[in-house]
């Protein structure tokens, strides 16, 4: 453990007999701050051993010369007492700089010594802060490839195309989609909101995921889907969640589809129009006796998807009724771009890439004209 000292102490003997004392017997008394600064540049970080610095404030500039070693980055994470006499004007000037601490001459060896440890003891808790932090950071970081691993990639087919936008609001998402072929030109397609957002929501929307694939292979039914998915939401009450589950029949040209509290998904037909999957029943995890419909219904080709979370739609001062509508206008507007210009479009319009206060999932399917 090292003590640093910006000479100039009256009171010398007194500070080295309480550092001795308390056991701090590594001390350097080196001549102005500037030398504190040059000393610890010297020194590689790894093999830094500085824990302390005291500065004397007691001459004209030494409050200055002490702002001055506070604002070395170098000194940033080291705990600097100033010791002296100073005006009140000064010493406020040093705190505001970053200063640990303050004691006066005459130097009492008491409260020098108890200063000192609690200088040493905030210094050993910020370490220990920075660790945890740097640990947390290497989590999530690690959870978030790990949740972006499981999303599914791109579907790009000749009849059909699905690609998706993906914005977490907090590092990780409670937003999770799903899509899979179900049968000879049956394909499904799963979109989940969990409520709230960060790493809860994210917790039960992996758990989620981890029986998304075994569930609509074994269960196409969109209403059976649901149903299932309220049997596990059980172990996670309070939680619940939205979603939004469609199955399209390419040759049939119909989409089957149970909605769950989910926004609406929003359907282009050749034509211009626009038709909405509205919602079937509640929120999955409210209650589980709440019945679930399935609704079909019948597409032309071409024809444009765009499933959606409400991250999507909230925005200051504007009501998710009224989202809803100018999402559709996007739609027609833009409808026969390329998806990826689509989703980019519609992300840019509503400002979210970059400011997204909610997670984010855009998803726009494509539908083909039939092979000839």
């Known amino acids: 453990m090292g003590i640093l000292i910006s000479a100039g102490i009256v009171q010398r003997p007194t500070l080295e ?3 001795l004392a308390s056991g701090f017997s590594d001390c350097l008394y080196v001549d102005s701050p500037d030398q504190v600064v040059e000393h610890i540049r ?3 970080r790894p093999a830094l051993d500085v824990d302390l610095i005291l500065v004397d404030v007691s001459n004209s ?7 001055s070693l506070l604002a070395a980055h170098e000194c940033e994470e080291i705990p600097v007492i100033l010791v002296g006499s100073a005006r009140v004007e000064e010493l406020e000037a040093g705190f505001e700089a970053g200063a640990t601490d303050y004691v006066s001459y005459p130097l009492r060896a008491e409260e020098l010594r108890a200063r000192i440890r609690r200088a040493l003891h905030g210094k050993r808790v910020m370490e220990d802060l920075r660790h945890h932090r740097k640990r947390w950071a290497e989590d999530m970081s690690f959870a978030r490839r790990v949740q972006r691993g499981v999303l599914c990639s791109p579907l790009n087919q000749r009849e059909l195309q699905i690609n998706a936008v993906y914005v977490p609001s907090d590092g990780l998402s409670g937003d999770m989609y799903y899509w899979h072929q179900v049968g000879p030109d049956r394909f499904g397609i799963l979109l989940v909101d969990v409520m709230g957002h960060g790493i809860s929501a994210a917790l039960v929307s992996m758990a989620i995921r981890s029986l998304t694939h075994g569930l609509i292979t074994r269960v196409v039914d969109p209403v059976t889907v649901l149903q299932e998915l309220k049997k596990h939401m059980l172990v996670f009450k309070p939680m619940y969640l939205t979603a939004l589950y469609l199955v399209i029949d390419l040759r049939a040209r119909v989409i ?3 909605n ?3 926004p609406p998904g929003l359907l282009l037909q050749p034509d211009g129009s626009v038709l909405t999957l509205d919602r079937t029943t509640i929120p999955i995890g409210l209650s589980v006796e709440a019945p679930v419909e399935a609704r079909v219904v019948p597409f032309e080709r071409p024809a444009r998807i765009l499933l959606y979370t409400d991250g999507l739609l909230s925005e200051p001062g504007k009501s998710p009724r009224k989202a809803i509508e100018e999402l559709k206008r996007s739609l027609l507007a833009h409808g ?4 990826d210009e689509l989703m980019a479009g519609i992300m840019m319009e509503r400002d979210k890439i970059l400011s997204a206060s909610d997670d984010i999932c ?4 494509t539908v083909e004209p039939p092979r000839r």
């Open 260 to 262: 769950a509290g989910h």
């Open 256 to 258: 089957e589809y149970a």
């Open 42 to 44: 010297r020194c590689p």
């Open 336 to 339: 026969r771009r390329d998806s």
């Open 17 to 19: 007999s309480v550092l």
């Open 362 to 365: 855009l998803i726009a399917v």
């Open 61 to 67: 500039d030494g409050v200055a010369s002490a702002r």
